[in-house]
């Protein structure tokens, strides 16, 4: 009886000990995020918001599949921009909602835009990346912008946009849009979006490292110079790819190039998903492949729980470390947020669920991937 109980306080005493572990081990990444967060703030490159007039041809190319209700207002924007000479393709991927007749008739008579109809997807593409192919081929700009129906540029958006990947001679800038999060569930989780990048990335060694893990780009916006997009295969080097936009400038680095992510807070907007069940759909489709594999995934999928609940699970039980790791967490979420234009109060506050939710999003999506029933936008995913 008595080695019995030994036993059990041994055991008891163990995971104490573990647990104090783990919150100390997770409170002292939140402070390390914190600083890493404040430093990309900092060197987070800022467009030119006046640039010069931009020399060449630029050709902004839409790939858009049933955004019948979003094409118009994209497209307005996207004709009101200044200082560059632009033309305008809108491609529509076997839209079943008249997305092709909303753009024409937005379109009307203006001699910069042709809308084009898309063929059939060949195997061994998926849907977003083919669109993108075809619309790249048929463009004649010197620098291709690939832009999402649901985002709007300010009027120099684009003119900005070239400036910046001209003067700092990279080869792809994806500049950040400011996400427009409105519903509980869009601000629970659309905010981790770019503070992800944040407190991770060191951005300058990013934009030139051919290292796959250190790749962040987002296909909203997505600003490539023609040559070098075709030099490196274009899209036909990231076909089956599901993010297609990280494939990409992972694609233009391991070629000797250099790109990532830049300020685009003043450039444009963009509401990415419509509600929670946009939210959960739209991040089940990607997050099985967001560390490169289902399995990475999910060991990210653990470490994000644990880096949420660990500091919070201790402060509340009276540690001191927990109380500054889960401090750390809040204020790298306010800073990111104030750095993106995005909400810092109160929605900083919800860091630890946040994590806590996009964990389980993650899971669910590799499930889903598993079972081969992931879909987005009609069409089944391929499964692993």
């Known amino acids: 009886m008595r080695a019995g109980a030994d036993s059990s306080c041994r055991a008891a005493t163990a995971a104490a000990g573990a647990a104090r572990a783990l919150v100390r081990a997770t409170s002292a990444l939140s402070v390390g995020l914190l600083v890493h967060t404040c430093a990309n703030a900092l060197l987070l490159r800022r467009p030119d918001l006046d640039p010069p007039a931009v020399a060449g041809r630029v050709s902004v190319l839409l790939p858009v599949r049933d955004e019948a209700h979003q094409v118009a207002d994209c497209l307005t924007a996207v004709l009101a921009q200044e200082r560059v000479d632009l033309e305008v393709l809108v491609l529509d991927d076997a839209s079943s909602d008249g997305t092709a007749e909303a753009a024409r008739a937005r379109a009307g008579d203006d001699p910069r835009v042709r809308v084009l109809t898309g063929s059939p997807t060949p195997p061994g593409w998926l849907g977003k990346p083919w669109a993108c192919a075809q619309l790249a081929g048929r463009a004649a700009g010197d620098v291709l912008v690939f832009v999402d129906a649901d985002v709007r540029l300010a009027p120099r958006a684009v003119a900005a946009s070239v400036h910046q990947l001209r003067r700092t001679g990279l080869d792809l800038v994806s500049p950040y849009p400011r996400q427009r999060a409105v519903t509980p569930g869009e601000r629970l989780v659309q905010p981790l979006l770019q503070w992800s990048w944040l407190a991770t990335l060191p ?182």
């Not at 003043?266 to 739209?282: N, P």
């Open 203 to 384: 951005l300058r060694l990013a934009e030139r490292s051919p290292r796959p893990s250190l790749s962040a780009a987002n296909g909203q916006l997505l600003v490539v110079d023609a040559a070098r997009y075709r030099a490196v295969g274009g899209h036909r080097a990231v076909r089956g790819a599901v993010l297609d936009d990280v494939a990409l400038v992972r694609a233009v680095k391991a070629a000797g190039g250099r790109g990532g992510v830049t300020d685009g807070t003043a450039l444009a907007t963009c509401r990415m998903y419509d509600g929670w069940e946009g939210v959960r759909d739209g991040y089940a489709k990607s997050l099985w492949s967001a560390a490169g594999s289902p399995g990475r995934s999910l060991a990210l999928a653990g470490g994000l729980a644990a880096l949420g609940l660990g500091p919070l699970v201790g402060a509340l039980a009276g540690s001191r470390a927990g109380a500054l790791g889960l401090a750390a967490g809040v204020a790298s979420r306010v800073v990111a947020a104030r750095r993106t234009g995005g909400r810092a109060w109160p929605d900083a506050l919800a860091h630890p669920a946040s994590l806590a939710v996009l964990a389980g999003l993650v899971v669910r999506s590799v499930r889903g991937h598993r079972r081969g029933d992931l879909r987005w936008k009609g069409r089944r995913l391929p499964a692993s």
